[in-house]
């Protein structure tokens, strides 16, 4: 994997996805309620995004069986959608959807991602749930005022894991921000601590990178594990976990949260 850096001509069609996968993630995330099943929820999503002629990116990758990932209380990341995983009142879920949308720009054609997440509520939840969640989407956008050519990854991992510190969050390692390639998945890793870089080679962000920051924030340990499903990350402790992310694209000037309706 190596960072994909995107010319100008291509902008207008990463700004296209990011817009249809923040629209995919707003429908689904309104569809959300007590009694409404984790299956029915990508059902919705992967019919919206195929009626406007796009792709669910993450239907198949990697064998991901899905167009949504549903991680509902304790589980963090990469739950599989499920007729039986119905929402109860009190319930949060972290929806995460990819949308890829393929254009041909100067001839050349290729796949244009837009990846983004929020965790959100069925019913209501009390006061210390609402505080993780609006902390977690807190270090999301304090990480995007640092998503700007000239400053660095590291830059984005401090920010993030400030607000972190502050609320005595537990921080998920395993897993973090990415930048996206025309194959999803790509390089910079952007994690949410960091330590991470006292081993690690920090990088400079540069106009053209297309980077998803995601924080998670756990209300318990940072340890995390891996389900039998081979997919679902759950937290060690069962407490619960909040999840956000955006896609942003990196330009000489600005960022632009490309996922951002
Ligand atoms: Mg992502």
Known sequence: MSVTIYEESQFEAIKLAGKLAGQAL??????VKPGISTWELDQ???????????I????????????????????????????????????????????TVKEKVNGKEWNYIGDTARTV???????QIQKLMDETQDS???????????????DISIAVNN????????????????????????????PNWPEYFENTPDSEIKPGML???????????????????????????????????HTILVTKDRQYITTKI
């Open 121 to 127: 509520a069925a019913g209501s939840i009390n006061s």
């Open 56 to 99: 669910p990116t993450f239907k198949g990758y990697l064998g991901f069986p899905a167009s949504l990932c549903t991680s509902v209380n304790h589980e963090v990341v990469h739950g599989i959608p499920n007729k039986n995983k119905v929402l109860k009142e009190g319930d949060i879920v972290s929806l995460d959807i990819g949308v």
């Open 211 to 245: 980077l998803c920051i995601e924080p998670m924030f756990n209300l318990g340990t940072d340890d995390v594990r891996k389900l039998k499903d081979d997919w679902t990350i759950v937290t060690a402790d069962h407490k619960l976990s909040a999840h956000f992310e």
């Open 163 to 190: 607000v972190a510190q502050k609320g005595k969050y537990g921080i998920v390692r395993m897993f973090g921000g990415h930048g996206i390639g025309p194959n999803y998945h790509s390089e910079p890793f952007i």
């Open 44 to 54: 919705i999503a992967e019919e919206w995004i195929r009626s406007q002629g796009a």
């Open 26 to 31: 707003d429908l689904a995330c309104r569809s």
């Open 140 to 154: 999301l956008y304090k990480g995007i005022e640092k998503c700007k050519a000239g400053k660095t990854i590291k």
